[in-house]
């Protein structure tokens, strides 16, 4: 296996990784401090046919954001796995995670905005 630390200092593998996490980390936060707790229920999807079409508690609008720091954990390892064979491959699946983590993102934003 290719070191992980080479793996981590190269442009191409370190800064997606990193935005990818700011990004969730800003998903993650903004959630936290604009969802209201104490409510019942949380509005948690819409759609443009059927309206709000998932309603549920409110701790439910984080399984994106844990979601999405699945797919970027995962796809780094698999990233570093493959870095040494296949390194196209492996920068792919790294920027795969952060547009990931910008979809997450503007979930969050969608979501806030049905609910206050």
Same mark, same amino acid.
């Given at each position: 296996?290719?070191?992980?630390?080479?793996?981590?200092?190269?442009?191409?593998t370190f800064l997606?990784?990193?935005?990818?996490?700011?990004?969730?980390l800003a998903a993650?936060?903004?959630?936290?401090?604009?969802?209201?707790?104490?409510?019942?229920?949380?509005?948690?999807?819409?759609?443009?046919?059927?309206?709000?079409?998932?309603?549920?508690?409110? !701790?439910?609008?984080?399984?994106?954001?844990?979601?999405?720091? =699945?797919?970027?954990? +995962? /796809? @780094?390892? $698999?990233?570093?796995? &493959?870095?040494?064979?296949?390194?196209?491959?492996? !920068?792919?699946?790294?920027?795969?995670?952060?547009?990931?983590? =910008?979809?997450?993102? +503007? /979930? @969050?934003? $969608?979501?806030?905005? &049905?609910?206050?």
């Open positions: 296996m290719y070191p992980l630390r080479l793996y981590m200092r190269h442009p191409a997606p990784l990193a935005a990818g996490l700011f990004l969730n993650w936060g903004w959630l936290l401090f604009a969802i209201p707790r104490g409510s019942e229920q949380t509005f948690l999807h819409y759609t443009v046919f059927f309206g709000i079409d998932d309603v549920g508690p409110w !701790h439910r609008v984080f399984f994106a954001p844990l979601g999405g720091i =699945a797919v970027l954990f +995962v /796809n @780094a390892v $698999l990233g570093w796995m &493959l870095y040494k064979r296949e390194t196209f491959m492996a !920068h792919v699946l790294v920027a795969m995670a952060a547009l990931v983590q =910008a979809l997450v993102l +503007v /979930n @969050a934003t $969608l979501v806030i905005a &049905l609910n206050v």
